[in-house]
């Protein structure tokens, strides 16, 4: 039987300073944090929140058994709502991945790893790239899930998965921060759905400076809310019923073309 949708989705937005390569600190940071924010369905914290961006060099490498996936879950259990971010996993290979992790109160968790690793700045030598999208579904809604550098390269977003959220995490550097916003709306525009942007804030260990500038845009293309350059959060309220109303008034996405995707050089 489906999950019924709920009518609103409350999403609590989490745009934190990440300490560099403190796992640690960084979890107690974000839970307190989200408890400014309390009562949401979903939470959403940054890109690589454990360690910041490149930050788990010389770390022991983590695991889906490990600290940050188990302070994921109870997080998630505690609060009653999903929890998303991503965090770098090693697969038992010695492969490691950017994964991105939404994480129900029950525990389940579903993974979507990096597809586009940002090769300017080192990430494609350091992590394998992702293989497949990922779509989960929560509260009735679909939540296409993405990360950072997966924002430039629309054919890899286009809203070919019936998704009603595009949702992405994000360690985004300051020089760039008008591409950010650009293209948030441009890709709620051309999918004509919520886009849901969560960045970090401060300056991490490599004196890689981050705007902030978290946000979440409507299925039109209207900002709905966005936070400064510092620590923020934010409590947000998604109405199916609008999302609803552009996609009825404005059939587009009936008209678009089809793309074939082919596996990542990897």
């Known amino acids: 039987m489906a999950t019924p949708v709920a009518p609103t989705l409350e999403v609590g937005?989490?745009?934190?300073?990440?300490?560099?390569?403190?796992?640690?600190?960084?979890?107690?940071?974000?839970a307190a944090m989200m408890d400014t924010q309390p009562r949401c369905d979903l939470y959403v914290i940054p890109e690589t929140f454990s360690t910041g961006f490149l930050g788990d060099a010389g770390l022991e490498a983590e695991t889906m058994d490990g600290p940050s996936v188990a302070w994921m879950r109870e997080q998630a259990r505690s609060?009653?709502?999903?929890?998303?971010?991503?965090?770098?996993?090693?697969?038992g290979s010695g492969r490691r991945f950017n994964r991105m992790v939404f994480m129900s109160p029950e525990g389940e968790a579903t993974c979507y790893d990096k597809r586009h690793r940002f090769g300017f700045g080192g990430e494609s030598q350091r992590y394998t790239a992702g293989e497949r999208q990922v779509v989960v579904e929560w509260r009735g809604w679909r939540i296409d899930l993405q990360i950072c550098f997966d924002l430039r390269f629309p054919v890899w977003c286009r809203n070919d998965r019936n998704f009603d959220i595009q949702l992405f995490v994000a360690?985004?550097?300051?020089?760039?921060?008008?591409?950010?916003?650009?293209?948030?709306?441009?890709?709620?525009?051309?999918?004509?759905?919520?886009?849901?942007?969560?960045?970090?804030?401060?300056v991490d260990g490599n004196e890689v400076e981050y705007p902030g500038c978290s946000s979440v845009w409507d299925a039109a293309g209207k900002r709905v809310v966005e936070l400064g350059e510092d620590e923020a959060t934010a409590r947000v309220s998604l109405s199916r019923q609008a999302l609803t109303s552009v996609r009825t008034r404005f059939p587009f996405l009936a008209d678009a073309d089809r793309f074939k995707l082919g596996k990542p050089d990897l």
């Open 13 to 30: 937005l989490v745009q934190a300073d990440l300490a560099w390569q403190d796992p640690e600190t960084n979890r107690h940071r974000l």
């Open 79 to 91: 609060r009653a709502a999903a929890l998303t971010g991503s965090l770098v996993i090693d697969d």
């Open 171 to 202: 360690n985004w550097p300051a020089p760039r921060a008008d591409h950010w916003s650009a293209l948030l709306r441009a890709r709620a525009i051309e999918n004509q759905a919520f886009v849901i942007a969560v960045n970090r804030a401060g």
